[in-house]
């Protein structure tokens, strides 16, 4: 799944932030604030904006000379209100490495950005400079990707949901099997594991019941480790065919089931079925949640070693 990105800007900054998503679009899954996925109909523009913080990866802000301001009787040229306002609120949900202004050179931005740095264009009396306005996309897009590497902890719950099952289930799992030279379960003895990580397509209230589901289809049953010291780590084995004396240790994380129940609280909502929004702010969430998981598999050789990720 891309980084998807937020592009907002004034009606007369427009043309900008559509060429914006143009440049940015083979990267990222773009959309800008009137394609008609953000504000819905009978809704709130505020209600929208804040449910957008949660369907975003990131958000860039196109401030262009639009208004005149007059402070401490000195007049500026500044952006339209709702783009600072947009500013801040996806700067309180994203972070502020997450949230990105691209700034006509020479409009005014609030006294509280003073000293921070930001992506500025030049512009003429025909538009922006074209070449001044790709060398800034090229610094945001270098700036996404890596951001997007690190997983930050925010208000993104899935973030601390993947710390507490790395913690409870897989770096235990890595634990146990990394002193094993050998395991004998029923008489068969198993020399070589590969612990599999079942990342679901989609959220639902009965993750347990999908996890068995699952497990059945597959040939995998149920089977408790006993470490030396520490509670028991109860999983799904099967052997492998090939090669014999392989044995795999199966785990889909029925811990996401509370990220379905939160995600349908803060949406409020009041009917069956999901809809866009909903898909939308589930598929940002899982995957937040398998980026972090990766991210501390790779800390240890062994994990990185054992463990694969499975889509189901």
Not at 152 to 157: D, F, N, S, Y
Not at 233 to 239: D, E, H, L, M, R
């Amino acid at each position: 799944m891309k980084p998807r990105l937020f592009i907002g800007s004034s009606s007369e900054g427009l043309a900008t932030a559509e060429y914006l998503k143009q440049r940015l679009a083979k990267d990222f899954d773009c959309v800008i604030w009137d394609d008609g996925q953000v504000f819905g109909l009978n809704v709130s523009y505020l209600d929208s904006l804040l449910k957008a913080g949660s369907m975003f990866d990131f958000g860039i802000l196109v401030a262009t000379k639009d208004d005149k301001t007059t402070s401490r009787k000195k007049e500026s040229d500044s952006p339209r209100d709702n783009v600072v306002f947009e500013f801040g609120l996806f700067m309180g949900r994203l972070g502020k490495f997450r949230t990105l202004i691209l700034l006509e050179k020479g409009t005014k931005l609030p006294s509280d950005m003073s000293g921070i740095h930001v992506s500025q264009y030049s512009s003429g009396k025909t538009g922006p400079n074209r070449a001044s306005l790709d060398k800034q996309i090229a610094v945001i897009r270098s700036h996404i990707q890596e951001r997007n590497k690190l997983q930050e902890l925010g208000l993104l719950p899935s973030t601390g949901v993947a710390m507490g099952y790395y913690s409870n289930f897989i770096g235990r799992v890595c634990e146990y099997l990394r002193s094993k030279q050998t395991e004998v379960i029923d008489g068969a003895s198993y020399s070589a594991f590969e612990v599999q990580i079942v990342i679901p397509k989609s959220l639902e209230r009965n993750m347990q019941g999908r996890a068995a589901d699952y497990f059945k289809k597959h040939g995998f049953r149920e089977h408790t480790f006993t470490p030396s010291t520490g509670r028991e780590i109860k999983t799904t084995i099967a052997a492998a065919k090939k090669p014999r004396g392989k044995l795999f240790i199966c785990d889909m994380p029925t811990t996401l089931t509370p990220l379905y129940d939160a995600i349908e609280m803060y949406l409020q909502k009041g009917h069956t079925g999901k809809s866009k929004e909903q898909e939308l702010i589930e598929a940002r969430e899982l995957n937040n949640f398998v980026a972090v998981l990766k991210a501390k598999v790779a800390e240890d050789s062994f994990c990185s070693q054992a463990v694969k990720f499975v889509m189901e």
